[in-house]
């Protein structure tokens, strides 16, 4: 099989993907071959994460003070009231009990 004579944007248009991606991901795989491809994201938490010791005062404060509240609306009042810095709690862990 031949290799196609194609430019960035088609290469990106033909694998569905954004032409900034297919032009970061170009030299990564150049470099490792398809392990350069592979989400680096994975298996790492987001620094955007509450940590740990904040997670069961998130927890406390939604079930004493903020039960029924949309995970949005919790998350104002936490930043605003609290001074919680990260990310929108994932509602599933609110409701769950572990925000």
């Not at 392990?35 to 509450?50: P, T």
Request: glycine fraction near 10%.
């Amino acid at each position: 099989m031949g290799v196609l004579d194609v430019n960035h944007e088609e290469a990106a248009e033909l694998l569905g993907i954004d032409v900034r991606t297919f032009t970061r991901w170009t030299p990564r795989y150049e470099e490792d071959g398809e392990a350069g491809l592979v989400d680096r994201r994975l298996g790492k938490a987001s620094g955007k994460r509450v940590p740990t010791d904040r997670a069961e005062e998130v927890e406390r404060l939604y079930r004493e003070r903020y039960q029924g509240f949309t995970v949005k609306h919790f998350h104002e009042h936490l930043v605003k009231d609290h001074g919680f810095g990260w990310a929108t709690p994932d509602s599933s862990c609110i409701c769950s009990g572990r925000a």
